[in-house]
């Protein structure tokens, strides 16, 4: 994990903790940095973990720290933060709050940095085994995983992919670049031989193009939100094509008519994994052999 673009005592204070068990870096012009460790937000010293936020670092120059991890201008990033946040190299998403430029109904510019949410990815190996037994079956099932932001659904789909890529051709619409992370080189997760990436664009548009191109067996995409994704999903529906998704959704009456076969809910980090069939009727309450389903780190 690159994180050498953290000022050096920041830098220094995460090399001294577990990274498999960070999830968050909180950054507040002026305030004691705080991070998720262990499922908790604690301050964060020169040494690690400490218990006062008089002893924690604190960062001033917010707007410089943003720019230091852009590598290639902010200007390569313009269409990112539209949507108020990047992600770089590896996977990690960082938000970013301030002074919200908007154009159009969009945000086109942040001014005046105050605060940024840098967000870990982890890639956990079987964490998905749960959810991949659902999607076997006479042909491939569609499977919705949902639940508040930072419960580990882009985790789950990372492991998802790698497994069903054993046996059929997945197309991963990895519009944030989270999934498979991909770096400028092209490098990312080790998602396995039968993956095929697209990024940029919208779901509709990409999705459409892709299945004509790649033809799939199934895509998995990240984070649906509004019409048009939803009618993304209805298209490859339509062709034939499972697809396996997540949103942030946790109105059940919300997902009546889409065309999952199964949907779950993360409850929480490490806690079980609700599965409803189509009709919401409750299927399953543990998505695992050993209740591991739900133990994925959020990113």
Known sequence: MNLNFLPHDLKRAIDCLNINFLTEIRIRRGQPVIIEYR???????????????KDALRMYDVDGLFASMLSDGVYAYAEQLKNAFVTLDGGVRVGVA????????????????TSLNIRIPHDIKGCA?????????????????????????????RDLARK????????????????AAADSDGDGYALGERCDIVRGGDKLTAFSCAIRAMKPHVIITDELYGERDFAAVNYAADCGIAVCAST???DLHKLNGLPFDYFCRLTGIGEKVIVYDKNFDIVRDNCGDDGGGGAAFGG
């Open 164 to 179: 069903l890529g054993r046996a059929n051709n997945v197309l991963i619409f990895d519009e944030r670049n989270e999934i």
């Open 129 to 157: 085994d749960g959810i991949f037994s659902l999607t076997q079956g006479r042909g491939l099932k569609s499977v919705l995983i949902f639940s508040p932001p930072g419960l580990g659904k882009t985790t789950m789909l």
């Open 98 to 113: 301030g002074e919200y430029v908007t154009e159009k109904g969009a945000v086109s510019a942040v001014r005046c940095i």
């Open 39 to 53: 499922g908790e937000y604690v301050y964060i010293n020169r040494f690690g973990v400490c218990g006062s936020s």
């Open 248 to 250: 942030h959704v946790t």
